[in-house]
């Protein structure tokens, strides 16, 4: 097969402005801008199927025209936050494809009449921004980028914007918190940013990913991609595959793929060719899947994962096998949101400190029975309540681990 | 008008304006939703997570848009999650439950976070009692705890914010109140997060520490015992205070307080002030106060309060009985009738001033105001009126700023007119030196010192900013006394009064003069019938003097010697002052917490004051002894009732007619709600129950005839070489006798300073920080050399009451 996002797979040096341009690139921007309609380009985008591959999978078209068309002007970001642990697929887009993500972020831009974008990094990815920084010169050296493009109207500039190593400003309203220069917390939502986003005005906010499908939408058309995948899950992923498989990293497939195909087939099978036992499809913030024999022949989409009790997220896939006990994975859980809760609302920032005291003692023989019950009372009692889904993703693994994997919390009764 | 939304709270049916908060609309069917960062007053923020209910919408059919019924009611969807009710806002339909069960657990999980991180040191906590975690948690918190408590994280719990607030760390629930009322209400962002997670902490971003005049706001608005201010603090229990009404007495905004009184062991036993709490009049303070106001209050208690009459016998005074005092005063003025003078400040009450003036006119004497500040009689014809409130002032509406610094002068005003600004009100700030208004101001206009009216003049031409002036709807000037004495600013006021006659900006409520006053009742004084004299030292030399509430001695040398120059002086006042070192009769008055009465606001507001703490030694209260002094001196005036004191006012003064103090005690329905059970709502400011007050009517509006004075062309002083043009500026926090003895403002309050543009001082040899020598007019004193880089190269500017007498402009050499 051929690649959809990570093509420089198959083309060497396509991160090279020349290579790109002769292998297609910038056709879909040139016509876009010259030719095309915004709302033509969003259609197409909404009739391609292509979903947000930051986690949550919402419709990428849908969220194009709810762009509110009586506030001006309007922004993209795009978000390349990348923080979720087991997640590490926007990088490999960014260093070795950077064209065809800036070349899809600039028809985004176009659809939603923004003239200018923001590229949000994580600030440990600093090199990455350079690299980008000197791939958007070239852009506009090359008339790609600047003012009156290809002699239309049109005018594009694009900005990238370091973090400072913050879990949560990979939350969409802390992102632009922290884009205006704030602390990097998040807003109360309603209302969205395509009501009231960066500087106040409708902001369109899309994963990396999700952005460097889109010049091959337009190139393809909407049938060719959704051709692709399955009725529910339109298109590519590229899953991070990683924990106890021989060969983790980047794999891209159509969403349908099962998990044993990713496993066995793409990432080699598992270390001394343990069984599998557990499965994280969405990193640190994922349920756990409990794995059988049935389990590893689910497809790989949006709407078979939730089946299994989880959910697809960013396709970050975690995979446990019998050597792990799942209080040791919780407990790391818990450290890391612990570690990246902000502090702004109280059931994340009391929660995952109260969760955390808790787990320590378990993992220091210091517990009781009754205090596996607490903790998994405690996360429970986080739901629902926060003010973002840092707080319920703190939860996930906690409740699902101990509910699914209650012999890896046998503890001795209070005395 | 605003669109009506109807929707239901637990189970009772409520109509609110379209964008109203649910938490809001609860309170209108007395439903108290509980909160922590939620302030009625700040924009929500939807962080503490408290105020979780239940909130369901009408199901619409989306092919006929109509509601889908069910059993002959609409059926209500309820959204999956609990809502906080502090962010969504109302939508007609709504079903709201905020007792259901899963509310109810909600509300109590959130308790039970913060709970596990709180210390639960209530019983040595100062807001133990007032606590709206406490009250919370006594009412629905777990009985038991199920965190461990050797798990609790320990935190500083002594950290100084700055010099007047401090933070206990491990108190904070992180809710950001003060952080948010310091950016959106206060407008000065000195404070912020550090950190995060459980770590986050609330630090001071400004140097010196929390550098904000209104800090103590934040120590109402905190929903637990972090932030106290260094003048309570382990001070008392809350439920050992008693509460009455007062009057702030810094300055002429004439905030609302609560006087919060204890018996003190170390202090003898005696019942001292222990804070100063605001109390809500949303017409004038709203529910702040200034620090200021908050932690001057101590001068009533000051080791110098007079507490005997006294008489000079032998060149030493001697304590006296008060028959003794009263004969020979009164004997005094008898004699001297029309060759004596009766000096008075604004600090006293109106009752005060009004005995004294009718004194003074059956003496045929002299009824002089002590100021250096003019135009009051102007501010009667066309001030403010019954029915103005700053805070309805908006969009359409001008307000202008002229010779004030209002942030040092008059915080709350300061902070009145910045909101106007922010709700859409023109605001145009004409100052000769940059001042902390002109960021919010849509116009700001820099004029040299001395062509204050060639500015007001323009602001009467046809210019962008003169337009919007003359257009708007509603227009308030206020003018002050910045580089202005009497002349200047009696000048300035004409000019003011006159632009504001010319563009029909009088006569009707939200429009007007307003003077910016040194004193709380210097309004009252002017609108009884006392003017200033401009040439104070002759019009004293040879005179019995009667000095009530002032300390010309101490002020100004020429003064001194003016006074030394009379043929008697008889001062009256409430602290041991150098007016009264020299005096040869001395009549010790009560202070204002110590008797009843009543000031008049800038704004012409006429409001009430309590008793809150019982009379120093033998003093009384003002008009009581100018009552006493009169009779002896064969002029009789109430000197018993200090209601009927003001009946007899009214009766005569044509602006306070028909008030009485029963009026000035009505109350209204306010709004946000505060002070009652719910402190967690709007914090610890008490309610009004003790009367908003009523404004004055203006002349222009009763129809009088307006009569302005001519506006003088100004000659402005020029200096030489090597000369300096020395002018007057205002400093909230001075030595004036009503702030030095609150040691805890030391601080703020400083060494004198004259101000110079940094080439002036490199001109001069001088660098900041230096001490220099300044002279002018017979005047010397020691200054701190200040850079402002906003003001010309010709003037220093000299603060007022620092210790060096400046009256009024002056050419002065600074060494």
Known sequence: MSYVVLRHRDIPGIDKLDVYEKNGGFAAWKKVVTGMKPEDVTKTVKDSGLRGRGGAGFPTGMKWSFMDNKNWPHYVVANADESEPGTFKDREIMEKNPFQFLEGLAIASYAVGANVSYVYLRGEFWPVAAILDEKIAEMEKAGYLGNKLFGTEYSLKIFTHLGAGAYICGEESAMLESLEGKRGQPRVRPPFPAAVGLFGKPTLINNVETFTNVPMILSNGADWYKGMGTADSAGVKVFSLSGRVRKPGNYELPFGTTFRQLIYEHGGGILEGRPVKAIMPAGASSSLIVVDDKTLDMQMDYATVRTLGADLGSASVIILDDTISIDWVINKTIHFFRHESCGKCTPCREGTYWMQTIADRMKHGQATSDDVDLLRNVALQMRGKCLCPLGDFSTMAVVTGIERFPQDFKLPVKA | ?815
């Not at chain 2, 029915?387 to 209002?406: C, E, F, P, Q």
């Not at chain 2, 009379?566 to 204002?592: G, R, S």
């Not at chain 2, 009843?596 to 009581?624: H, I, K, L, M």
């Not at chain 2, 850079?787 to 050419?811: C, K």
């Open chain 2, 1 to 815: 008008m605003t669109k009506q939304v109807t929707l239901t709270i637990d189970g009772k049916q409520t109509t609110v304006p379209e964008g109203t908060l649910v938490v809001d609309a609860a309170k209108t069917v007395g439903i108290d939703i509980p909160v922590f960062c939620y302030h009625p007053k700040m924009e929500p923020v939807g962080m503490c997570r408290m105020c979780l209910v239940e909130v369901g919408r009408p199901v619409i059919d989306r092919a006929t848009n109509q509601v889908v019924m069910e059993n002959g009611q609409p059926k209500i969807q309820f959204l999956p999650k609990l809502e906080t009710a502090c962010t969504n806002k109302v939508e007609d339909g709504m079903v709201v439950l905020t007792q259901s069960e899963k509310a109810k657990a909600g509300q109590k999980s959130t308790l039970e976070f913060l709970l596990t991180s709180h210390p639960l040191d209530c019983p040595v906590c100062d807001k133990g009692g007032e606590c709206p975690l406490q009250n919370l948690t006594m009412a629905h918190g777990p009985g038991q705890s199920r965190f461990l408590y050797d798990e609790k994280m320990h935190l500083a719990k002594h950290v100084p914010l700055g010099e007047l607030i401090w933070l206990d760390r491990e108190r904070c629930i992180q809710c950001a109140r003060c952080i948010r009322f310091q950016d959106e209400i206060a407008g000065e962002s000195v404070l912020g997060f550090d950190e995060r997670g459980r770590s986050t902490q609330i630090v001071s971003i400004s140097d010196p520490g929390f550098d904000s005049v209104f800090s103590g706001n934040t120590t109402d608005i905190c929903p637990v015992g972090a932030l106290t201010t260094a003048d309570f603090r382990f001070g008392a229990r809350p439920w050992e205070l008693q509460a009455s009404a007062s009057i702030c007495t810094q300055c002429p905004v004439g905030c609302n307080t609560t006087l919060n009184t204890r018996r003190e062991a170390k202090e003898d036993g005696e019942i001292v002030v222990k804070r100063v709490m605001p109390r809500q009049n949303e017409e004038v303070n709203e529910i702040w106060l200034c620090d200021k106001g908050r932690f001057a209050h101590h001068y009533t208690e000051s080791k110098v309060r007079l507490t005997k009459p006294m008489v000079r016998k032998e060149d030493k005074l001697a304590k006296v009985s008060w028959k003794t005092a009263l004969d020979l005063a009164g004997e005094k003025l008898g004699e001297a009738k029309a060759k004596s003078v009766v000096l008075a400040s604004g600090r006293l009450s109106n009752e005060d001033l009004f005995n004294l003036k009718a004194l003074a006119d059956g003496l045929g004497a002299q009824a002089i105001l002590y100021s250096d500040m003019g135009g009051g009689d102007l501010v009667a014809q066309v001030g403010m009126t019954q029915g103005s409130n700053l805070g309805a002032l908006g969009k359409g509406d001008a307000i202008v700023v002229i010779a004030s610094d209002l942030y040092e002068e008059a915080p709350i005003w300061w902070l009145r007119v910045k909101q106007a600004a922010e709700r859409g009100a023109t605001l145009i700030v004409a100052n000769p030196r940059a001042t902390k208004l002109d960021r919010f101001a849509t116009f700001s206009v820099r004029y040299a010192y001395g062509d204050e009216i060639k500015t007001v003049q323009n602001l009467g031409r046809k210019s962008k900013i003169g337009d919007a002036f003359a257009k708007a709807n509603n227009a308030v000037i206020f003018f002050g006394s910045e580089g202005l004495g009497l002349n200047g600013s009696t000048n300035l006021a004409a000019a003011c009064a006159k632009l504001l006659e010319e563009t029909g900006h009088i006569g009707k409520p939200n429009n007007g003069l307003i003077g910016v006053w040194q004193r709380v009742n210097d309004q009252g004084a002017w609108e009884i019938g006392f003017q200033p004299e401009a040439d104070l030292a002759t019009a004293l030399k040879g005179k019995v003097v009667y000095v009530v509430g002032a300390d010309p001695t101490g002020d100004d040398p020429a003064l001194a010697k003016a006074l030394n120059g009379a043929k008697f002086v008889i001062a009256q006042d409430i602290l041991e002052t150098a007016t009264t070192e020299i005096a040869d009769v001395v009549l010790p008055a009560q202070a204002y917490n110590e008797r009843e009465g009543t000031y008049t606001s800038g704004e012409r507001r006429v409001q009430r004051f309590y008793p809150a703490v019982p009379v120093t030694g033998e003093a009384r209260p003002d008009f009581v002894i100018t009552a006493q002094v009169a009779k002896q001196a064969g002029v009789i005036m109430e000197g018993i009732s200090v209601s009927i004191a003001f009946d007899i006012l009214a009766a005569s003064v044509k602006s306070f007619e028909d008030l009485n103090y029963a009026k000035l005690a009505e109350v209204k329905e306010q709004w946000p709600q505060v002070g009652r059970s719910e402190l967690y709502y709007g914090g610890t400011t008490y309610e009004n129950k003790q009367g908003l007050g009523v404004q004055l009517i203006s002349g222009a509006q009763r129809g009088e005839t307006v009569s302005l004075p001519k506006v003088q062309k100004e000659t402005a002083l020029r200096p030489k070489e090597k000369e300096l043009l020395a002018v007057p500026i205002n400093k909230l926090y001075d030595r004036g006798l009503t702030v030095s003895p609150a040691e805890l403002l030391d601080q703020r309050v400083g060494e004198a300073t004259v101000a110079l543009h940094p080439t002036a001082a490199e001109n001069l040899g001088l660098k900041a920080g230096q001490r220099v020598k300044i002279s002018f007019d017979g005047v010397s004193g020691e200054a701190v050399v200040k850079l402002d880089e906003s003001i010309s190269t010709g003037v220093a500017l000299v603060p007022r009451s620092m210790g060096i007498a400046i009256r009024e402009p002056a050419l002065a050499k600074v060494k």
